[in-house]
């Protein structure tokens, strides 16, 4: 299998950072994305969000739960609106419901550049022992057409999947883009979708 390139250096990086986010204190108003579909289409798109949507149409989908939904709200109110056309961030949702139960609750985050979605990632909820889990909302996304989703082995990624290693697990990657799965104790522990280049 190849070696790990600097861009996915990057993208561990990127992994180690979401999961001290989802380690950290829930957003007063975060909810889990709530999309009509919970399909993980590779390099096309996560929860019918694509790689390189407008940040209003990338909002729209995944429902208002997000904390730049609540920031969008607060400036409205002041009557000073945010222009997210060129907007150069994330926006990230929290798992705050009653379903999931873990010390680590699940999230999700869309990452922007020049107002376009570039990157998505999703980090599941962990157990009593910070172990990777299907429960709760974030655990139901599914790569479509097959079970591979949050706390799927990693063999079976490789199994069915066209996958390489990388610093973290496995990716497909294609065409400039790359669908990565984190891998912790041989489990997926993070999934997450992008372009090769950005760092």
């Not at 990127?14 to 889990?32: D, I, N, R, T």
């Not at 579909?37 to 590779?42: E, F, G, L, T, Y």
């Not at 022992?129 to 799927?152: A, E, H, L």
Request: hydrophobic share 35%.
């Amino acid at each position: 299998m190849p070696r790990p390139t600097s861009s996915t250096s990057l993208r561990s990086a990127f992994v180690a950072v979401a999961a001290l986010l989802v380690a950290g204190p829930a957003v007063a108003h975060a909810e889990a994305p709530s999309p009509k579909s919970k399909a993980i289409v590779p390099l096309v798109s996560i929860g019918g969000v694509k790689l390189g949507a407008s940040y209003a149409d990338a909002l729209r989908v995944w429902g208002p739960g997000s904390d730049c939904a609540d920031e969008d709200a607060d400036a409205a109110a002041t009557s000073i609106p945010v222009d997210r056309t060129t907007y150069l961030g994330s926006c990230t949702w929290r798992d705050t419901s009653k379903e999931s139960k873990g010390p680590a609750l699940g999230s999700a985050e869309l990452f922007f550049k020049d107002g376009k979605v570039r990157r998505i990632s999703l980090s599941p909820e962990q157990n009593a022992k910070y172990f990777p889990t299907s429960k709760g909302p974030i655990g139901k996304y599914k790569v479509k057409g097959t079970t591979i989703g949050m706390g799927s082995s990693i063999a079976t990624v490789m199994k069915k999947l066209r996958t390489r290693a990388t610093g973290s697990g496995v990716e497909v990657a294609k065409g400039g883009k790359y669908l990565g799965f984190a891998s912790s104790g041989g489990h997926v522990a993070g999934i997450s979708l992008g372009f090769l280049g950005d760092s």
